[in-house]
């Protein structure tokens, strides 16, 4: 069979396309433009069972189209005979792949090609501006993925949204621009942090939104939309959870550059390292409070091992660490445990074959030296909370409110004087050039007063450091407070109270004092870290 010949079943395939940026340029490249063009060429020449497969807002560097693979899946079932493009750039932009369909694939499957404004028509030979013709189109890609790359960079780094609203948001109807808390959304995520607060994992957190019948953020949207639900509108993935749980725009702040790809022609985005990324904060409301987000990041460091079937889950599992070698403190249980058996001992120990001592302590112990040091610090707190904020201050930082202020005072005369320098500078520079004052004399007086500027900057960044550092201090106890009014009167530790009021436990090696077992055990809050309290900070446990 020759290419002309044409089989009655087989059809004419008449392939259009359109990207978003050749949309750009016009109606000349519109899809009713392409179709028009095709539809005369195959009236005008006399092609029969014409069929369009039309790929809309699908970019030309990639050839994983819907209708194109479609196309493609025609052509391997023999029911094509005939390829027809309005010119080459419809067929794709990379000059490799263009090139393998049009001298490989398409004839080793007997097809014709054409493409119509190009004079490229495969039943009349090679054409030998068709492979420039394709490596120009591929340059038009590459060329204007780096023009919009550029753009999206500017935008980026003005602090501009660069996708679409994360489950929880939408976008403002008054300004595109902006995203604004999507209510229904946004307490399913709030529901989610607060799960992970108290102590579950991704796969469990999955487990209890579809056990209350929670719509997943793709049927939430489809629901939303008016569209049917997906299969399984309830299942949700632990991937899906992390995700949420990992991302800080839920605190309100635009996070941009997350990812990237390393050519135009790949799709695969890549992560971006952190310190690459671009914060811009407070940029839109926020979801789930910043200290919350802090402390779900870090419990997501320290992950949990899930515990096996009908056993339990340590209530400080995850946050005990050995004193000596640093290791965590695994918690043991099981069926045969009597009451009061669960412990935690350091994960270096292995039955005295380890590097490190087993550091034994019962959780029973450890839950009561937890509570009552929740506790004493609660009573401390309403007790005297001016004391309580002071005796934090101390402790974390030996400058003093007026200390603070003196050097406050001092940064904001520095940055002024560094501002009078530049003007004085200018000036000075004025008057070498005009000749009023001497080059020499020009160049003594511009050492010193650099001289004085270096001064000056070292000092404002040495002082605003320690500024910065006491108001960090400021906030952390807000924040700690915040905590504490949060469990006023709490009956029993759960691991929400527990996460939230514990970064970490530190147990010590066992001593024995007057024939007791004595065993010291530092208590970390989060945001205050270790509290100095006037009572004994050793915690007794018998031999048994």
Same mark, same amino acid.
């Given at each position: 069979?020759?290419?002309?010949?044409?089989?009655?079943?087989?059809?004419?395939?008449?392939?259009?396309?359109?990207?978003?940026?050749?949309?750009?340029?016009?109606?000349?490249?519109?899809?009713?433009?392409?179709?028009?063009?095709?539809?005369?060429?195959? @009236?005008?020449?006399?092609?029969?069972?014409?069929?369009?497969?039309?790929?809309?807002?699908?970019?030309?560097?990639?050839?994983?189209?819907?209708?194109?693979?479609?196309?493609?899946?025609?052509?391997?079932?023999?029911?094509?005979?005939?390829?027809?493009?309005? &010119?080459?750039?419809?067929?794709?932009?990379?000059?490799?792949?263009?090139?393998?369909?049009?001298?490989?694939?398409?004839?080793?499957?007997?097809?014709?090609?054409? @493409?119509?404004?190009?004079?490229? &028509?495969?039943?009349?030979?090679?054409?030998?501006?068709?492979?420039?013709?394709?490596?120009?189109?591929?340059?038009?890609?590459?060329?204007?993925?780096?023009?919009?790359?550029?753009?999206?960079?500017?935008?980026?780094?003005?602090?501009?949204?660069?996708?679409?609203?994360?489950? +929880?948001?939408?976008?403002?109807?008054?300004?595109?621009?902006?995203?604004?808390?999507?209510?229904?959304?946004?307490?399913?995520?709030?529901?989610?942090?607060?799960?992970?607060?108290?102590?579950?994992?991704?796969?469990?957190?999955?487990?209890?939104?579809?056990?209350?019948?929670?719509?997943?953020?793709?049927?939430?949207?489809?629901?939303?939309?008016?569209?049917?639900?997906?299969?399984?509108?309830?299942?949700?993935?632990?991937?899906?959870?992390?995700?949420?749980?990992?991302?800080?725009?839920?605190? +309100?702040?635009?996070?941009?550059?997350?990812?990237?790809?390393?050519?135009?022609?790949?799709?695969?985005?890549?992560?971006?390292?952190?310190?690459?990324?671009?914060?811009?904060?407070?940029?839109?409301?926020?979801?789930?409070?910043?200290?919350?987000?802090?402390?779900?990041?870090?419990?997501?460091?320290?992950?949990?091992?899930?515990?096996?079937?009908?056993?339990?889950?340590?209530?400080?599992? +995850?946050?005990?660490?050995?004193?000596?070698?640093?290791?965590?403190?695994?918690?043991?249980?099981?069926?045969?445990?009597?009451?009061?058996?669960?412990?935690?001992?350091?994960?270096?120990?292995?039955?005295?074959?380890?590097?490190?001592?087993?550091?034994?302590?019962?959780?029973?112990?450890?839950?009561?030296?937890?509570?009552?040091?929740?506790?004493?610090?609660?009573?401390?707190?309403?007790?005297?909370?001016? @004391?309580?904020?002071?005796?934090?201050?101390?402790?974390?930082?030996?400058?003093?409110?007026?200390?603070?202020?003196?050097?406050?005072?001092?940064?904001?005369?520095?940055?002024?004087?560094?501002?009078?320098?530049?003007?004085?500078?200018?000036?000075?520079?004025?008057?070498?050039?005009?000749?009023?004052?001497?080059?020499?004399?020009?160049?003594?007086?511009?050492?010193?007063?650099?001289?004085?500027?270096?001064?000056?900057?070292?000092?404002?960044?040495?002082?605003?450091?320690?500024?910065?550092?006491?108001?960090?201090?400021?906030?952390?106890?807000?924040?700690?407070?915040?905590?504490?009014?949060?469990?006023?009167?709490?009956?029993?530790?759960?691991?929400?109270?527990?996460?939230?009021?514990?970064?970490?436990?530190?147990?010590?090696?066992?001593?024995?004092?007057?024939?007791?077992?004595?065993?010291?055990?530092?208590?970390?809050?989060?945001?205050? +870290?270790?509290?100095?309290?006037?009572?004994?900070?050793?915690?007794?446990?018998?031999?048994?």
């Amino acid at each position: 069979m020759t290419a002309n010949t044409i089989m009655p079943r087989q059809i004419t395939a008449l392939y259009a396309r359109l990207s978003h940026e050749d949309a750009l340029d016009g109606d000349s490249n519109s899809i009713v433009n392409q179709k028009a063009v095709l539809s005369q060429y195959v @009236a005008d020449k006399g092609f029969s069972n014409p069929v369009f497969f039309i790929d809309d807002g699908v970019s030309g560097v990639t050839f994983d189209r819907p209708q194109f693979n479609r196309m493609i899946a025609e052509i391997e079932a023999g029911n094509v005979s005939t390829v027809i493009v309005k &010119d080459m750039s419809r067929l794709g932009r990379d000059y490799l792949k263009v090139g393998y369909y049009t001298e490989i694939y398409f004839v080793e499957r007997d097809v014709r090609y054409i @493409a119509i404004n190009d004079g490229v &028509d495969s039943a009349k030979g090679d054409n030998d501006f068709t492979p420039f013709r394709n490596l120009f189109n591929d340059f038009y890609a590459k060329d204007t993925s780096k023009k919009v790359r550029a753009i999206k960079r500017a935008q980026g780094m003005a602090g501009e949204h660069l996708t679409k609203p994360p489950y +929880g948001y939408m976008v403002d109807p008054a300004d595109k621009k902006k995203w604004i808390v999507d209510d229904e959304a946004a307490a399913v995520i709030k529901r989610i942090f607060g799960l992970c607060v108290a102590g579950k994992g991704p796969m469990q957190i999955a487990r209890v939104l579809k056990t209350e019948n929670i719509l997943t953020p793709r049927a939430y949207y489809a629901d939303k939309n008016g569209k049917p639900l997906p299969q399984n509108p309830y299942q949700w993935h632990e991937s899906t959870i992390a995700a949420i749980l990992e991302r800080m725009d839920y605190c +309100g702040h635009t996070v941009n550059f997350k990812s990237y790809s390393k050519s135009h022609k790949l799709k695969k985005r890549i992560p971006t390292a952190k310190e690459q990324q671009a914060v811009f904060r407070n940029t839109h409301e926020a979801i789930v409070e910043e200290a919350i987000f802090e402390r779900v990041q870090e419990l997501r460091v320290n992950k949990r091992r899930p515990p096996k079937k009908a056993e339990r889950q340590g209530l400080f599992s +995850g946050l005990v660490y050995c004193a000596d070698c640093g290791s965590k403190l695994h918690f043991s249980t099981c069926k045969s445990f009597r009451q009061g058996q669960d412990h935690y001992r350091c994960s270096k120990y292995k039955s005295n074959m380890g590097s490190c001592s087993a550091h034994f302590i019962r959780e029973e112990v450890l839950r009561q030296i937890v509570w009552d040091k929740i506790f004493e610090a609660t009573a401390l707190f309403y007790d005297d909370i001016t @004391a309580f904020q002071g005796m934090m201050y101390a402790q974390r930082s030996n400058e003093t409110e007026k200390e603070m202020k003196r050097r406050k005072r001092e940064v904001e005369q520095a940055k002024k004087r560094i501002a009078e320098l530049d003007r004085i500078f200018k000036r000075i520079y004025e008057d070498d050039i005009s000749g009023a004052i001497s080059h020499d004399r020009f160049l003594k007086l511009s050492a010193g007063y650099e001289a004085e500027q270096r001064e000056l900057e070292e000092k404002v960044k040495s002082e605003q450091q320690e500024v910065d550092i006491y108001e960090q201090n400021k906030m952390d106890f807000d924040c700690f407070s915040a905590i504490i009014r949060k469990y006023v009167g709490i009956k029993e530790l759960t691991p929400a109270i527990v996460n939230e009021f514990i970064k970490k436990i530190i147990v010590h090696a066992p001593e024995r004092v007057n024939g007791k077992r004595v065993q010291k055990v530092d208590i970390v809050f989060n945001f205050v +870290g270790e509290i100095n309290f006037l009572s004994d900070t050793q915690s007794k446990q018998s031999d048994a």
